[in-house]
């Protein structure tokens, strides 16, 4: 029955950030979601297909719309939902690179009672290794900051296309060597080097092992990402701009050497 109902819930959320779930079976397990074009940002950090590098800018705005699809689930009423699976693999790409959070079958309804003291302890934990809370998968209380954990390894991963295995610790140490250039995603050739740092050190504070030593989601992260997504649009209009002055064509980012 709380499947069902988790189902019920699900499928009437509407946000741009959101995949929306079209239908679902849970006799058999399975969702239908909408087709998303570019798949998942997993494949294309990763390059399946042999796609193009996503610009600095793009992923500085997929960034924010995770965040802002994230603070959607947790402000959902009469309960907070978490995620709990939060992961490149579920983050869907659209023909316009807005990205929207996906794979909710494993999102949990926070009941009131337990949303008043901001944490529920859970029999059994649940979402991908490396990915997971560990202060959730050890006590079993599950909060909004669970996702926020999960969140910064994610965005780590944005920045650097590496996997999640160790990365907060060789993130640090490249910041601590100052070699944090040469962490970076090397396929992006323009990076803003100050504005990824500071993109950096934002995930890691996400991904403190104490949920109280990370920030909040709607008060700090989200405007912070806000900011590096205008500060992308920004760079994006000058190009234009300048392409036009040189009277010279320039085409938009594609998915795929074929697109072109």
Request: charged share 20%; net charge negative.
């Amino acid at each position: 029955m709380f499947v069902t109902l988790q189902i019920e819930v699900l499928s009437c959320m509407r946000h741009p950030n959101m995949v929306l779930l079209l239908g679902a079976c849970p006799e058999y397990g399975c969702l239908v979601y909408e087709y998303m074009d570019y798949g998942s940002l997993e494949d294309r950090l990763c390059r399946r297909g042999k796609t193009l590098p996503i610009p600095w800018s793009i992923r500085f705005r997929i960034a924010a719309d995770i965040a802002t699809g994230l603070l959607f689930l947790h402000q959902a009423k009469p309960e907070p939902l978490v995620h709990r699976d939060l992961k490149p693999a579920n983050i869907l790409l659209d023909h316009n690179f807005v990205s929207k959070i996906s794979d909710v079958g494993l999102a949990r309804l926070v009941p009131q009672s337990a949303a008043d003291v901001t944490q529920y302890r859970m029999t059994s934990t649940a979402g991908t290794f490396c990915y997971i809370d560990p202060e959730y998968q050890q006590t079993g209380m599950l909060t909004t900051k669970s996702d926020i954990y999960s969140l910064g390894i994610m965005l780590l991963q944005i920045i650097t296309a590496r996997s999640p295995m160790g990365l907060t610790h060789h993130v640090e140490n490249a910041i601590e060597r100052g070699t944090f250039q040469e962490i970076l995603d090397p396929t992006v050739t323009d990076w803003p080097v100050e504005e990824a740092l500071e993109f950096a050190k934002l995930a890691l504070r996400c991904a403190e092992l104490r949920k109280k030593d990370r920030p909040d989601l709607g008060k700090e992260i989200l405007p912070e990402l806000t900011r590096l997504r205008n500060l992308g649009h920004e760079y994006e209009a000058s190009q234009v701009s300048s392409a036009s002055t040189n009277c010279s064509s320039s085409a938009p980012y594609s998915f795929n050497n074929d697109d072109i």
